[in-house]
């Protein structure tokens, strides 16, 4: 048996490939690398095969793939500012992207495939009220929930195949590219600039360490046994003001914070329920931000020189 992970060279995935290596399991990459993160030539130089190739073609990701293999799907364009400026390219990353891995999965005869969503396809709500009630808000989420249809119609047209579906909260920790806030601002505030924030930084977001997201991940991809619907994240949430006051006054910053016009569109607040994999699974997180976060600054405080020229 042999453990695929696309986007595996990226922040979620190399964490998953970490944790799968360390259980002696067979693990292959498929990923084109866009970010050229410090994280994929840790990676790559793991025990791992790696298919340097992009998950839209359809042909390709069919020659990769093996009957016996269990496909963990990461890949994606992650970011809202990113889709905002790329509307079109993140809809192809994302929904051409999850469409080509699941057709290749039904020729090639693989009968197990996890896919990584997001909480956001629920739109800015504190609770969820039905799984299948969707309620996009920007180019990210909208393409992420019209991936999730797909998924769905699969579901339907193959019973054969178990594919889960796993929604979660902003993913954070060490190794994560400089769009996100925390890695960010880590970066702007070691480097003595100022963080940007928008609007009056007053929306909620609710943040997991990234290494329980992994284990999550692993266990669906390990245990499942049925196409379902799961969800993993925090109860604890943290306005972008607080997140940068939290990583200011870590630094010992002064006079770091300006604020910019706001997105277009930028959700209050995302629910959090991993209820239903408490009871499946067991599965919970271990660990909070206020834990994580100073680990996480230290680790860009040591990877500072590969990052100081692309913020």
Not at 33 to 62: A, C, G, W
Not at 186 to 197: C, M, P, R
Not at 215 to 240: P, R
Request: hydrophobic share 40%.
């Amino acid at each position: 048996m042999r453990y695929v992970i696309t986007g595996g060279c990226g922040f979620i995935g190399s964490h998953v490939v970490q944790l799968l290596k360390s259980k002696g399991k067979k693990v292959a990459i498929i990923d084109k690398i866009t970010n050229r993160k410090l994280i994929d030539q840790k990676t790559l130089l793991q025990n791992v095969q790696h298919f340097y190739m992009d998950i839209s073609d359809p042909e390709l990701m069919e020659k990769a793939l093996l009957p016996e293999d269990i496909v963990i799907h990461l890949a994606a364009q992650s970011h809202v500012d990113v889709s905002f400026r790329n509307p079109v390219q993140t809809t192809v990353s994302n929904v051409v992207g999850i469409h080509s891995v699941l057709a290749a999965c039904v020729k090639k005869g693989v009968k197990k495939i996890v896919v990584m969503s997001t909480d956001e396809v629920y739109g800015s709500t504190e609770q969820i009220v039905d799984v299948n009630l969707l309620n996009p808000a920007n180019p990210y989420s909208a393409s992420k929930a019209a991936a999730d249809m797909i998924v769905s119609a699969y579901k339907t047209m193959h019973p054969e195949i178990t594919i889960t579906t796993l929604r979660s909260n902003n993913i954070a920790g060490p190794g994560q590219f400089i769009n996100n806030i925390i890695p960010r601002f880590s970066v702007l505030g070691l480097l003595k600039k100022k963080f940007t924030l928008h609007g009056d930084g007053s929306a909620m977001r609710r943040y997991l360490w990234v290494k329980d997201a992994a284990e999550a991940i692993w266990l669906l991809a390990e245990q499942a046994t049925k196409s379902q619907i799961y969800h993993i994240g925090h109860e604890d949430k943290f306005s972008n003001l607080e997140i940068a006051e939290k990583i200011g006054k870590y630094l010992g910053l002064k006079d770091y914070i300006s604020f910019e016009k706001d997105r277009l569109i930028n959700d209050t607040i995302y629910p959090a329920d991993s209820s239903d994999m408490l009871r499946d699974f067991r599965w919970q997180p271990t660990r909070n931000l206020d834990d994580f976060l100073p680990e996480t600054i230290e680790w860009y405080r040591e990877n500072l020189d590969h990052f100081r020229h692309q913020i």
